[in-house]
């Protein structure tokens, strides 16, 4: 299965936008890229997700490079409530699907 | 209200007996899945299913069992042969794999 790559951790000030990155170079044709967010002691909450264009949501927008290899969620104003783990995924698409979560970028956002 | 719900929310066993841990969803998902989660860790799936009466092992099936008897209920029994069980577990569902998936909000299961 296509794996992703993300940073341990990220810092942000609050109200400024965040760019959290993501490389998947194995990714293939028919992957789909997800975003989830976890809070602690809960269950993830999805964010956004794509296949090939851009995608914009009132919670972010998906940024995917031409290529598929990489992608970057952005927050455009982040508050407090941000902080959380983001998980990068890949899911294939029909009846394949599943969703792998790796272990994440760890945001943390100051006031 | 739709949703996914996973119950108990904390669960403690002996060690050497099984447990059973439910999640139903009322979102007419076709897809269910079950994750473990250690501390500091991301998620791996245990389980998944795509449909009703079929499931498929994903990375860390061991020591794990599911059923598919209904479109609304995915339960996950730990067996003893599970080495390390205490984790936490999370159950989702979504329409398909390529849909958003809703998740529960855990069952936290301690074996002592």
């Known amino acids: 299965d296509a794996k992703t790559t993300q940073p341990n951790s990220m810092e942000s000030n609050e109200e400024e936008p965040v760019h959290l990155p993501c490389n998947h170079s194995?990714?293939?044709?028919?992957?789909?890229i997800h975003w989830y967010r976890q809070l602690p002691s809960q269950g993830p909450e999805y964010v956004i997700h794509?296949?090939?264009s851009n995608v914009n949501n009132r919670m972010a927008s998906l940024a995917i490079a031409e290529d598929r290899k990489s992608s970057t969620l952005i927050l455009h104003r982040a508050t407090l409530r941000d902080a959380a783990v983001y998980y990068c995924?890949?899911?294939?698409?029909?009846?394949?699907?599943?969703?792998?979560f790796g272990k994440g970028t760890k945001l943390s956002v100051k006031p | 209200d739709g949703g996914i719900t996973q119950s108990p929310k904390y669960l403690f066993r002996k060690e050497g007996q099984n447990v059973t841990l439910s999640c139903e969803q009322n979102?007419?998902?076709?897809?269910m899945y079950w994750y473990r989660q250690d501390p500091g860790q991301g998620l791996r799936l245990i389980y998944y299913?795509?449909?009703?009466?079929?499931?498929q092992k994903g990375d860390i099936a061991e020591g794990y069992s599911v059923s598919r008897e209904k479109k609304e209920s995915f339960p996950l029994t730990v067996t003893s042969a599970q080495k390390n069980p205490t984790a936490f577990y999370l159950c989702?569902?979504?329409?398909?794999?390529?849909?958003?998936?809703?998740f529960g909000q855990g069952t936290r299961l301690t074996v002592v």
């Open positions: 989702a569902s979504s329409r398909s794999g390529t849909e958003k998936a809703f």
């Open positions: 194995t990714i293939s044709g028919t992957d789909y």
């Open positions: 794509g296949l090939t």
């Open positions: 995924i890949l899911s294939k698409g029909g009846s394949q699907g599943n969703l792998i």
């Open positions: 979102l007419n998902h076709d897809a």
């Open positions: 299913s795509q449909i009703v009466n079929d499931f």
